[in-house]
């Protein structure tokens, strides 16, 4: 079975500052995809970052970027220059097949001023 | 906005009533999936739909079941309510079956009194 594992359920940087959040996963395939997920006070699910497994390259979007560690089947998240709208849930996923989601518990992060 | 519109966006009802919630996808995109997030279990994937089939199924109770019907339109029925099924349901889109990237709806609050 697919498990998505956050093992950081809050956590707080202050204002400007780079906080990473932490994942890894369980899978025997070779194939998959990973995703970052946002989820504001609004509940609305954004899509932060998302990896190919075969693309050895780490994901960029601006402020965001992953450390895609495959053998380790460590996928963590960096935000970078941390801005007050960053507050929110983050959570990470996993799907094999391009199918449904397998989502991590989530990290709940404050960004303080 | 994703462009995905979920209805009602909130919804109160007793133990043992039915109710219905319904999703319409992104213009052009053929996938529905459906989720649950509570924070018992936190995200589940329930159901997904490929132009108006079935295409996989996840944690789905017996008591729900949905469809999509053929302007791709989604609903996604849940019966004899329980207090446990108190949660946020998502709906989410793809253009493809295989996708990897879904767009989310802003969700329906569900609670059951």
């Known amino acids: 079975a697919q498990t998505v594992t956050q093992s950081q359920p809050e956590m707080s940087v202050q204002e400007a500052e780079t906080v990473t959040l932490s994942c890894t996963y369980d899978t025997s395939e070779n194939n998959y995809y990973l995703f970052w997920y946002k989820q504001p006070p609004s509940r609305q699910m954004i899509l932060v970052i998302r990896q190919e497994a075969y693309k050895q390259q780490n994901a960029t979007e601006n402020r965001f970027s992953v450390n895609f560690q495959k053998a380790a089947k460590s996928f963590s998240l960096k935000i970078s220059d941390s801005q007050l709208g960053d507050t929110a849930m983050y959570f990470c996923?996993?799907?094999?097949?391009?199918?449904?989601?397998?989502f991590g518990k989530g990290t709940s992060l404050l960004v303080t001023p | 906005d994703s462009g995905v519109t979920q209805t009602p966006k909130h919804l109160i009802t007793a133990t043992g009533q039915r109710v219905t919630l319904r999703c319409s996808p992104r213009s052009g995109d053929l996938s529905v999936y459906w989720y649950q997030q509570s924070l018992d279990q936190g995200l589940q994937f329930l159901i997904q739909y490929y132009n108006g089939e079935e295409r996989a199924k996840g944690n789905i109770l017996e008591r729900f079941s949905a469809q999509q019907f053929p302007d791709l339109h989604s609903e996604l029925n849940l019966s004899s309510l329980e207090l446990g099924d108190s949660a946020l349901y998502f709906c989410a889109s793809s253009v493809g079956s295989g996708d990897t990237e879904a767009f989310f709806g802003q969700g329906t609050r569900l609670t059951v009194v």
């Open positions: 996923a996993f799907t094999e097949s391009g199918y449904a989601l397998n």
